[in-house]
């Protein structure tokens, strides 16, 4: 467990929020630490896991799907579509950053996906507002292509490129929302940190390397 645990708002669960959109923390499931990259999503009990830390299902869902899909081999044959998709989402969004476009071939997986797990919604009473949202439940495995689908689809439609971005010191993608635009890394507990310091040493050595030379 990362020892950035410890932060609510930024792990979940021993997962990375930390991306302000859902089709990123999606994407943020295979971050690389110190000993090299691990899987967050190694097992369909780690998926539903994930949807329970991501708000997509809420516990109590959670557990009765975790129960549900574990001896499903459908639902392992599912998670390994998931991770490829997610693998090619990774080389999208990257483009994206580097202000290209996302491919034909992606433009058609993507809308084939929303098509056959289209996400209904409906207008619900939350208090005193109406609030449309989600109103189907996630039964089979393939359910969950529905919000992630949908989620990507809102990304490459609604996010400006110039505010997605991968953090300086690691792989991790994130939709800066900062009022100011410049947002750098993950986090400044788990990356931040990291680039000050890589930041004050290469200031060091450049000041080092400006000392007069004796003639
Ligand atoms: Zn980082």
């Avoid at 930041?199 to 003639?215: F, H, I, L, S, V």
Wanted: proline share 7%; hydrophobic share 45%; aromatic share 6%.
């Amino acid at each position: 467990m990362p020892v950035a645990s410890k932060v609510p708002d930024e792990w979940r669960d021993g997962f990375l929020f930390v991306g302000n959109h859902l089709a990123l923390d999606f994407l943020n499931t295979r971050p690389i630490w110190a000993e090299g990259p691990k899987e967050l999503l190694p097992d369909v009990d780690a998926l539903v896991r994930w949807l329970v830390a991501s708000g997509v299902l809420t516990p109590q869902k959670g557990k009765t799907l975790a129960k549900k899909w574990k001896p499903m081999p459908e639902a392992s044959v599912f998670l390994r579509a998931l991770l490829k998709f997610r693998e090619r989402l990774r080389a999208v969004v990257i483009r994206q950053e580097a202000r290209l476009s996302v491919g034909t071939e992606f433009i058609a997986e993507l809308n084939s996906l929303l098509k056959q797990h289209p996400r209904v919604i409906a207008l619900q009473r939350k208090g005193e507002k109406l609030d449309l949202d989600a109103a189907f439940e996630l039964e089979k495995p393939n359910d969950v292509w529905a919000p992630i689908a949908t989620s990507v689809a809102e990304l490459l439609s609604n996010a400006p490129p110039a505010r997605l971005r991968k953090c300086e010191a690691c792989v991790v993608h994130f939709l800066d929302t900062s009022k100011k635009g410049s947002r750098r890394w993950c986090s400044m507990n788990i990356c931040g940190n990291k680039i000050k310091v890589a930041a004050y040493q290469n200031r060091q050595r450049a000041a080092g390397k400006k000392m007069p030379r004796g003639r």
